[in-house]
Structure formats: C-alpha cells, structure tokens
C-alpha cells in the first residue's frame, strides 16, 4: 500500500500563536484514520493545509506523492474536502450546487454519479430543493455529497456529523465505509469519540499542534485504557489500603478501578475477601476511546 | 478550461437568478436619472451644439451604468462567499488563480453590459444619440466592464465585512464615477477641476464611450483608449498579485 498522505514537518504560526508546531505522520492508501484532539489543536489547521486553504510556514503535505503547493492542481483532485462550517450558496438547488462543483473539478456530465451519491447521503428527493429550504443535516449531507463529485481517492471529513441526528449519521457511515472498503483512503475528525474508536484502525491525537499519540486504535486502547471495574462496597466500606493506589472515588459513592490486566480481577477481589468487605455491585466495562483520550491529553499536559 | 467555465457560468446564474435586483433595478435608477436631468436641463443646457442634452446623456448614463454593475457584481459575489463560508467551495477545487481572475472579471464585464444594454434600451426613446463608431463602443464597455470587474474582485478580497465594501462603493467607485463626466462635459468645469478630472480614469472611459455615438469627445478617443487598457492592464495585475498570493483567501 502506498502513501495517500504525506505530512513532514508542517509548522503553520498565526502570529504568536502556533497552531502545527512540526507535526509529521503518514497515512496509508485505505485506511480509516482518525484526527483527534481538543479545540484548537490544530486539527483544522492541519486540513487546511492539506487542502491548500491555509499556507504552511514550514514543511511538506503531499496527497497520493503530489505536493498540495508546488502540483497543487493534481493534489487537489485527489482529495475531497466536507469543511467543518455548515456553508451552502444559497443560490442554488441541491442538484445545480452538485453539478457546478463537478463542474469546477473539470467533470461534465456527471448525473449519474451525482445521483448515487444523493440516493445514498438520502437526499434524492431533495435535488431540486433550493439550498436555503434544506434544514441543517440535510446542508451537512450536501457537503458530503460536494467533496465526492470528483470520487477523490482521499477523503478529509471534518466533524462531518456535527448536529446530525443518529439515524441520517449511521447512514452517512455505512456509505462512507463503503468508499472505504472501495479503497478510498478516509481522515476524520470528530468530538464522538466512540464514532472515532468503531471507525478508524488508526488514529492521531493532537494537542497544541503537535501530534501527542500515533498509533492503531487497538494499541491505543490497550496502552491508554484498560477494563475497568465499578464497585459499590456493601455499609459503604472504605477500600483496603492496597486497592487505593488504583481505585478512584465517584460522586455517587462508588469506586472506578482501572485494571491493567484480568488477573487484577482476583487481587481486586481476594483483597476484599480478605478484608471482609462484601460486595454490593460490580460491573466490568470494556476499554473506551474517551479514557484513553483523557489519559494522553493529561500526559501531554504533564510533559 | 471546464473548471474556468464553470466559475464563469456559476457568476453569471448568481446574478441573472436575482436580475430583478441585479439588472432591472439598475435601468430603472438610470431612466429616473433621465427622466429628471433632461426634464430640468434639455432646454437649457447644450454641452455639443449638434446633440441636445439628453442625447448627450444618454451614453453616459448607460456607461455608469456598465461601470457600477460590473463593480458590484465581482465585489458583491466575494464579500458573500467570504462572509457565508461558501468561497471554500472555489478555494477547494483545481482552479488556478488565473482562471479564477477571468472568470469573475468576465462575468461582471457581461452584467456590466447586459445592464448597460437595458439602460440604452429604455433611454434611447427619448433622444436617439446616434451610432458613430459601434466598435468605439463596444470597446469601451467591454474594457470599463473588465476594470470595474477586477476592482471588484480587488475590493471584494480586501474587504472583511459587507460596510467595508460598502464604503469603498461609496467613497471610491460612486464619486470617480459621478465626476467623470456622464452628466456634463469636463469642458464646462473651471480649469483647475479640469485638471483634476484628468487624473480620473474614469473620465476615459465615459468620454471613449461617447465618442463611439457622436463621433465627438472631450478628449482623443485613442488617448482615452490608451488610458484605459492601462488602467486595465493595472487594476488586474494588482488583483492577479493578491490571488497569487492568496490574500485574505488562504491563510
């Protein structure tokens, strides 16, 4: 598999502020990847200049081995950009916004594909609506529909499903995966994190423009974040001592224990035997994105 | 070249779905400035002794008209598509900032001259100025439409907010127009505002374009040529500058 995205080095400063402080990764033709972080970490920034809208200080982006400067024509028609503010011209119905941005992409004739893409994003019978009447989902789906005229073999969607409700977002993801599974390499970025964790086989987390965690989903789960287990201790006892050390309280009386592994279940539990202390209610809950997130903000904070 | 095309044909639906706003209202203002100009004046002003005065009007008013049209159009498009988001729908494909230079300037020189085309229309009736040299005219209205066109597309970068626009409009565009000389001829003015009105630009191109119906003119109609196609060959190398550069459009 080659190289759908190339990103050496990138520094982008906005005055004082430096928004990509030297960030590098590369993305492979096919896969998921998911562009994680908090506000401003540039993850936007990032795609900006990936897309030719924002101008690096320093550094390479290249999509597919075309540097988005120097061959800025052939980059650009290999990638295809859903922007993360709802923008719409509101000139227009859904079908000529559709055929225009072909249109600009050197396509002429381009209905057939232009209305695969509206029966699947479940806006056919909107074709002919002016953009202006489309309540915001269904703007949000057009400009899904407008970054794939040119069936880009790179897709950059970002937050594509903010204020999407949670059948028309399914939707959205069943037919993005199937882009996906055609070879069509997908960036996200997104806030739902368990959108990202079901999505992506890798993933980058920023945090004030640098890249803070690069890794499959996988290894990130596993490093970051372990089985946890709730606890609820019967006369509300105190933990034992030894237990301490892994446990923290919650607000409703209730301890969160991060195992790093099942054979902690036992000591957890022999612990308590021991003590004398009888179990009101216990539940194991899998490894989740959100905690691993947290934990690496926190890292990257701490260093 | 489809993408170029495309632009230029998105510019030009954007205005001819709203041409109510975009071309009628504009003939209409132009045939009340008629109306009551040659009601006032016709009598009593005779600027050539063989044309009467709304004659002389006329062209003038069609190519104010062509003037502030083309302007409004390429400005009016940008400052939307920046304020709304939309511009990154242009900023995103494979269009080179040449083609995207063309594509604006010409679709507001073609909104300049339809408009133009509707004053000459509804004007022409009351005193017909006569056709001296047709290709005279078209040059100029092409060459003023394309200047105005790219000070707009200069104007519509450099502005943040829709009163920036409006006060370029409003303190650049309207005056070099008014005292260019559609309603009167700069000869009638005191020498040293004759002075003044030389170093206006716009005077050439009213005056080049009036020279085309009366075969008359203030000033030579190959130095008003000449003054033209070089503030032409000016506005859009300025313009072509900042979209290379990518002001105010890519960061």
Redesign the interface.
Known sequence: MGVAVSIQQVVKR?GALCALDGVSLDIAEGEFFGLLGPNGAGKTTLI?CL?????PDAGRLSVLGRDVVAD???A??L?G?V?Q?L??????TVR?TLR?????????DNDVWIDEILANLDLADKADTNMRRLSGGMKRRVLVA?ALVHKPPVIVLDEPTAGVDVELRQGLWQFIRRLNREGHTIILTTHYLEEAEALCGRIAMLQKGRVVALDSTENLLREFSGHTMSLRLADGAALPATLAGMATLGSDGGWQLSLPDFSAVERVLAALRKAGIAIEDLRLSPPDLEEAFMRVMQKGRAS | MTGFRTLLWKELLRFWKVAFQTVAAPVVTALLYLLIFSHVLDEHVRIYESVRYTAFLIPGLVMMSVLQNAFANSSSSLIQAKVTGSIVFVLLPPISYLEFFLAYVIAAAIRGVVVGIGVLLVTVWFAPPGLASPLWILAFALLGGAIMGALGVVAGIWADKFDQLAAFQNFLILPLTMLSGVFYSIHTLPPFWQQVSHFNPVLYMIDGFRYGFFGISDVSPLLSLAVVAGAFVAVSLFSLALLKRGYKLRT
Not at chain 1, 87 to 92: I, L, M, Q, R, S
Not at chain 1, 100 to 108: C, D, E
């Open positions: 906005f900006s897309a030719g809208l924002a101008r800025y024509r052939a650009r028609h990638l950009v922007p503010e923008v719409f011209d509101p000139f227009f000529e225009i941005q072909s249109g600009y992409f050197g396509l002429r407008q």
